[in-house]
């Protein structure tokens, strides 16, 4: 371990680690998932960059109203599909609920900052996935099952899911007659397309369909796709994924591309990420910039610390970190999702990052063992949060400072317990909308040492936004003024 752990900027690990994306969609729950120098001495308090770069609490509040009017109108599907337990409850009152509920759950800790919502909470999901079957007069019927049930819930418009996306959805349900295509029925195990994924760069514009068929034999494919591209020109990429288990899972471990590269790209932080139909990103892609912001405007870099980004999925965090950072190594147990990292990583020219195919718990069990120390540490688990010997380990490697991303309040204030125990104390609570009209919350912690002074943690730079794009542009002036030079390929 030693040898492939050490913080060494010229060495580029490529192996592999990622997250499977299962968050939030109607009728499940959400689940979980090179850089140059030091900061500028110019900083400012982490509350005044977040009146600047997310809208202050009033301010959500003001643009929410606007969006109250259809929010707090009830769905057709409520109580059904079981989506959205907020439905029919204007939005502002969505973020008093959250709010209110992130100061009970950790009021034992510390204060929480107000939430961080959205200006715009409608169609807000860049992933739609729809079940298909059929109904009692034998038409295809797309949605998703109804709690406890093989029962598929029609539904034909969502206030959450990207509109786009839903469109070519039901194209695809138009299609499957005319193309002999049966649906896959669940109880007999008889049929052929039992899901539809289509996933949406908000920025990027690219579109990827991950058909998901029990068979790898695909009648008239090839007349399919070019059917369904003539419908929709601007998608992308078109997928065939293969899942004959039975199972709840969407997604089998089978890919066989049918039309474009496989993957898609999507802009966040102002890096470029590959996106595969497995890999977990998050659904909300304008609440994770500011997500991710928080998060590592709470890590205080400058530029020479040793990072650990661990369950880093396809790199998100951790990227979006190395530009201020001395080296980054990221630790991921989905192969997949570390083949897209190590790819996300080179097509930004991050050059101080490496990643590790690992379980987290052992990959850092291992290197506290072994002596290894961190300055900072970011954990993004899942819904179930970490694991004893996770936080034991992450204490063992002495870091200044660890940033908790949680989508699971519950776990996270059963882990901020154990840190507690650890002598790590919870300095920073920012709670964040994820997902406008259901109850989950997602929060970004800071913990220090317990007799770590606070201010050491809350300065930042004073222009997040401006921070990253001078900090990368320094750093791709360097990289290049290098290879100039003969210095790198």
């Known amino acids: 371990m030693k040898n492939n752990m050490r913080f060494n900027n010229s060495d580029h690990q490529k192996t592999d680690h990622q997250k499977t994306d299962n968050s939030g969609y109607p009728g499940a729950a959400h689940a979980k998932n090179v850089h140059t120098k030091a900061i500028n001495a110019k900083t400012i308090k982490k509350e005044n960059i977040q009146a600047k770069n997310a809208p202050a609490q009033s301010e959500v509040r003001t ?293 590790f195919k690992a379980d987290a718990s052992e990959f850092m069990e291992q290197a506290a063992a072994e002596g290894e120390t961190a300055d900072v540490i970011f954990m993004d688990p899942p819904r179930s949060g970490s694991t004893e010997k996770f936080m034991k380990a992450a204490a063992g490697m002495k870091p200044s400072r660890i940033v908790y991303v949680s989508c699971g309040p519950d776990t996270l204030k059963r882990d901020l317990r154990y840190f507690k125990k650890l002598n790590y104390r919870a300095v920073k609570i920012q709670p964040v909308d994820m997902f406008p009209f259901t109850e989950h919350v997602e929060c970004v912690v800071l913990l220090s040492k317990r007799n770590a002074k606070l201010k050491d943690y809350v300065e930042i730079s004073e222009n997040a936004e401006d921070y990253y794009s001078v900090k990368r542009d320094r750093y791709l002036n360097k990289l290049i003024s290098k290879r100039n030079k003969g210095m790198i390929d």
């Open 63 to 355: 643009k929410a109203a606007a969006a109250d009017s259809a929010s707090g109108q009830k769905c057709p599907y409520a109580g059904k599909c079981g989506g959205c337990s907020y439905t029919g409850i204007e939005y502002s009152r969505q973020l008093e609920l959250k709010q209110k509920r992130a100061e009970e759950l950790f009021g034992e800790f510390g204060k929480s900052d107000h939430i961080i919502g959205m200006e715009e909470p409608l169609h807000y999901r860049n992933k739609v996935h729809h079940v298909f079957s059929i109904d009692r007069k034998g038409n295809v019927i797309t949605g998703c099952y109804e709690a406890g049930t093989h029962h598929v819930v029609n539904i034909e418009d969502c206030m959450i899911e990207d509109a786009k996306s839903r469109e070519i959805i039901s194209t695809i349900a138009g299609m499957l007659r005319s193309f002999k295509i049966r649906v896959y029925d669940e109880d007999r195990h008889d049929g052929l397309l039992r899901h539809v994924l289509v996933r949406r760069g908000f920025k990027s514009g690219e579109i990827m369909v991950v058909l998901v068929m029990a068979s790898p034999v695909f009648p008239s494919k090839n007349n399919f796709v070019k059917a369904l591209r003539e419908k929709h020109p601007d998608i992308t990429t078109i997928v065939q994924n293969i899942n004959n288990a039975d199972t709840s899972m969407v997604l089998g471990n089978v890919n066989k591309t049918l039309f474009g590269p496989g993957y898609i790209k999507d802009e966040l932080c102002g890096n470029e990420f590959r996106i595969s139909p497995s890999s977990f990103y998050q659904v909300n892609p304008v609440q994770t910039e500011k997500l991710y912001r928080t998060a590592v405007s709470y890590a205080g870099l400058t530029g020479k610390e040793k990072v650990i980004d661990a369950y880093c999925g396809i790199g998100t965090i951790g990227i979006t970190a190395a530009c201020a950072a001395g080296s980054v190594i990221g630790v991921e147990l989905n192969g997949d999702a570390v083949k897209d990292a190590i790819l996300n990583a080179k097509e930004n020219a991050v050059k101080n990052i490496r990643f």
